[in-house]
């Protein structure tokens, strides 16, 4: 029943006039394995055109969104030329049994976040502005590209789950970790269970409350504590630092609130901590956190500006 109302989704999702997406929502988050089955019959849709001989390809390309985002917009998806959506269902059904062999992307906009469950149990949490490349033939390995997850593994010491990052690799001791990728640095925070940073060369142990920051550059590594219960608290709304810099802070509110934030030289360096709490609307956020944060917060070139405290309005 599961795999039926998963093409059923697929197929109404794809109607340009699908408007029903709180009815999506509950049915997505009603059960894990929904999620599965409609992830793994939405990516096969998403190959159809290849292989159906009278498919044409859409002009304009379906962007990605968020299967759980409940203010997504709908996806205009019309590359099927003649056959219609019956044929598109058949042939739906008899990619069912086919495995998947080649990678694939899932892709966060700013601001958007999405839960991905794989078929171990796994979960990985994607923060907006992400990308984490994924492969049906390996299914414990993920590639973070860019952005932030939260990843909650299953795990096998027969078969350990490995997120690569670059030129990084971090394999899960039995795990709950997040890790982000921006800026040219990476950042992995353990809440529970460890994590071994690079096994085959530095082999770091990261245990439950220890942190890692990685330059790309050179692969130069800092080691901190963390609060377990902050890893990843973006999740619930919060953004929770221990002396973290002010540019860093400034890419993690930009990915929260899907707006532009950069951090001026003067203040770039700056470290702050603490917490300060996400609200959608960026304006009421700065005006609380930006006295906070110890800066100013100004709108330029469609972007907020973060500013020393005495800097003049220009």
Do not use: C
């Not at 080649?102 to 601001?111: E, H, K, L």
């Not at 609200?279 to 973060?306: E, I, K, N, T, Y």
């Amino acid at each position: 029943m599961t795999e039926e109302a998963a093409l059923a989704w697929v197929i109404r999702v794809r109607d340009p006039d699908f408007a029903d997406w709180e009815a999506f929502t509950r049915w997505l988050e009603g059960d894990p394995a929904h999620a599965r089955a409609y992830d793994r019959l939405a990516a096969i849709d998403a190959d159809l055109p290849a292989a159906l001989p009278h498919a044409s390809p859409a002009r304009h390309p379906a962007p990605v969104i968020p299967a759980n985002d409940q203010d997504a917009p709908p996806r205009r998806w019309r590359w099927v030329a003649g056959g219609g959506i019956a044929a598109v269902a058949a042939a739906l059904v008899a990619f069912v049994a086919i495995p998947r062999a080649d990678p694939y992307s899932v892709a966060t906009a700013p601001g958007q976040t999405r839960e991905i469950a794989l078929a171990d149990g796994t979960k990985i949490v994607l923060n907006g502005g992400t990308t984490v490349r994924l492969d049906h033939a390996r299914p414990r390995l993920a590639a973070l590209e860019k952005g932030e997850a939260l990843f909650t593994v299953t795990h096998d010491p027969r078969d350990p789950f490995r997120v690569q990052v670059g030129d990084a690799v971090f394999e899960d001791v039995g795990t709950v970790f997040n890790i982000s990728h921006a800026g040219g640095m990476t950042r992995i925070g353990v809440s529970e269970g460890a994590v071994v940073y690079n096994p085959q060369a530095e082999a770091i142990a990261l245990p439950a409350g220890r942190g890692l920051t990685a330059r790309d550059a050179d692969g130069t590594v800092q080691l901190a504590a963390v609060a377990p219960d902050a890893v990843g608290s973006w999740r619930t709304g919060r953004l929770t630092y221990n002396n973290a810099p002010m540019d860093e802070i400034a890419a993690d509110i930009a990915r929260s609130l899907g707006v532009p934030v950069r951090a001026a030289p003067g203040v770039a360096t700056m470290h702050f901590t603490g917490t300060i709490l996400i609200d959608r609307d960026a304006g009421h956020f700065f005006a609380r956190a930006a006295p906070l944060l110890g800066v100013s917060a100004r709108r330029r070139d469609g972007a907020w500006m973060l500013e020393p405290q005495d800097a003049a309005p220009r």
